[in-house]
């Protein structure tokens, strides 16, 4: 249900192998217990377009936080941090991997947390969820908002992320949804319908939903991408897959 009221700050946490990095949290006031999510930042950065989606999920109950997983790269712009990233080919998945597992102890440790996690990207973050949702523990629910790169499609591997996420189905134990517009590159439908082929394959709890007219980024009001009946559409099935599987 929405909450009227929330606490949104900054907090530190401790990333991959103890590294101090800054996470942005954002909960319902009240006791709890409420579920909880890790909200993985798209490639443009821990921008204020994250930080606005974290709120919204605050919003609708869920304790949020958004890891700045570009922290390494210093103090410079979100634009200029994600510039350093691509040039280097991309974020390593080891240590995306070890932020978000930290995001997710940090969030069980809380007090009006009732202990579920669900993960939700955006861009490379959707590809990063579907690799936690296969690799990670205690995550309870997953969704993948156009994660380009899960599977092969026009990339390349790098030494920073040496496999494609599909590889690791077989290890996915949690419900998992997938948000994708039809006119996107990356994902284009085909890679959607490569992973789909694969979560059927193996038999896992899946459901994708594709929306016509929607390209890549469709949740993004400050953007020409944004799509408003899609985007509408869509946050209410976040809400409803995490107030399912999350309470």
Known sequence: ????????????????????????????????????????????????????????LAYNGFATISPNLHFREGKGSPTENSASIREAGGMPDVRTMGDVAAARDYLRSLPYVNGKVGLIGFCSGGRQTYLGACTLDNISAAVDCWGGGVTKGNDELTPAMPAWPVDFTDGLNCPLMGLFGEEDARPSPADVAETEAELKRLGKDYEFHMYPGAGHGFFAVDRPSYHQEAATDAWGKVVAFFGKHLS
């Open 1 to 56: 249900m929405p909450y009227e009221g929330m606490i949104a700050e900054t907090v530190l946490i401790n990333g991959h192998e103890g590294t101090q990095i800054d996470a942005y949290l954002a909960r319902p006031l009240g006791a709890g217990p409420v579920g909880s999510v890790v909200l993985i930042h798209h490639m443009p950065g821990w921008d204020a377009a994250s930080k606005e989606m974290a709120r919204k």
